[in-house]
């Protein structure tokens, strides 16, 4: 049974950096590109993230280049999100997903999160 469980979420001031992680386990973690994902309240669930088994490459949303870092580390089965200069504005649901693609699209993958909120008070 695959589980995803993300953690690290939680209040953060305008400005400020929050890092979440994402566990995985009955997954073959190397076979995966891991994503995140985020959605805000009725708002569509939106591609944030995603970095190959490898490490090599990643790719981001406009929105949060420059400010996010994806990362992952295989010997833990751990991808992580540090979020810097936070704004309001990314205040969400964040979800890591797995895909055996290397995608932005949100039913490409197969395995989900169950979220972690992350909230940005101005």
């Known amino acids: 049974q695959v589980q995803l469980v993300e953690s690290g979420g939680g209040l953060v001031q305008t400005g400020g950096s929050v890092r979440l992680s994402c566990v995985s386990s009955?997954?073959?973690?190397?076979?995966?590109?891991m994503g995140w994902f985020r959605q805000a309240p009725g708002e569509e669930r939106e591609f944030v993230a995603a970095?190959?088994?490898?490490?090599?490459?990643?790719d981001y949303a406009d929105s949060v280049k420059g400010r996010f870092t994806i990362s992952r580390d295989n010997a833990k089965n751990t991808v992580y999100l540090q979020m810097s200069s936070l704004k309001p504005d990314d205040t969400a649901v964040f979800y890591c997903?797995?895909?055996?693609?290397?995608?932005?699209?949100?039913?490409?993958?197969?395995?989900w999160g169950q979220g972690t909120q992350v909230t940005v008070s101005s």
């Open positions: 997903a797995a895909t055996r693609d290397y995608s932005r699209v949100a039913v490409q993958y197969d395995f």
């Open positions: 009955g997954l073959s973690f190397t076979l995966y590109t």
């Open positions: 970095v190959r088994w490898n490490s090599r490459s990643t």
